[in-house]
């Protein structure tokens, strides 16, 4: 496709459940980003993807965040055992290679009951 | 950690006025980024700057680049409707676009 895509828009799931977030990059982005905005806020940095590594997981909260990206392409952010506050706006980017500015989907808004 | 200080938080203003806005940090960044984000969409990056210093314009648009690498502003002339949204400024430590630190906003409202 021609920008970032991330599915679904929206995910609402129970408290205590497993949800997956799916973010396609523009085709030939090697370098892939996840950040969280919550309302009123700006996005917080989670992990960046090189490739099919993350270089760098400093951001994501705690071990019931994890991210994969097993062919370099597409990357799923997977969270378990959701709890209330996890509630927000998921953003996924990507850029050509890191150094250059990337660019963002529409997020997907996760609303935990 | 790391903080971005945006201000204002909010702007009204009318059609026609020019804006500016700006962002400070405790810490140098080597990279600032102004993003415009409208509602339900992702960020949409405006201007890019790599250089303390650095002026640079895009249209109606124009940014710089402090000297002391701590801080940047964002200046908009003419203000249009299309212009309403909230800016975000960001900053990265590393050159370019990776790991990003986002300042808390400012919402612009215009009036026709």
């Known amino acids: 496709g021609a920008g970032v895509s991330q599915t679904p828009s929206n995910k609402v799931t129970e408290k205590g459940k497993y949800v997956e977030l799916r973010c396609d990059p523009i085709?030939?982005?090697?370098?892939l980003y996840w950040y969280r905005q919550s309302l009123g806020q700006g996005p917080e940095f989670l992990i960046y993807?090189?490739?099919?590594?993350?270089?760098?997981d400093s951001g994501l909260p705690n071990d019931r965040f994890f991210a994969v990206r097993p062919e370099g392409s597409v990357s799923t952010l997977k969270i378990q055992r959701t709890e209330r506050g996890d509630s927000a706006v998921y953003l996924c980017?990507?850029?050509?290679?890191?150094?250059?500015?990337?660019?963002f989907g529409q997020g997907t808004r996760l609303t935990v009951v | 950690g790391q903080q971005l200080n945006q201000s204002p938080q909010s702007m009204f203003i009318q059609e026609g006025e020019d804006v500016s806005m700006n962002c400070t940090s405790s810490?140098?960044?080597?990279?600032w980024l102004w993003y415009k984000q409208d509602p339900g969409e992702g960020p949409v990056l405006l201007i890019a700057?790599?250089?303390?210093?650095e002026l640079t314009s895009n249209g109606r648009l124009t940014a710089q680049f402090g000297i002391t690498r701590k801080d940047s502003f964002l200046n908009i002339s003419a203000s249009i409707p299309s212009d309403v949204g909230i800016y975000f400024c960001?900053?990265?430590?590393?050159?370019?676009?990776?790991?990003?630190?986002f300042g808390q906003g400012t919402r612009l409202t215009i009036n026709p």
């Open positions: 980017a990507s850029s050509p290679e890191t150094g250059y500015e990337a660019f």
């Open positions: 993807f090189q490739g099919t590594g993350a270089a760098d």
């Open positions: 700057l790599y250089k303390a210093g």
């Open positions: 960001a900053g990265s430590i590393i050159q370019g676009a990776q790991k990003l630190v």
């Open positions: 085709s030939g982005h090697t370098a």
């Open positions: 810490s140098i960044f080597n990279t």
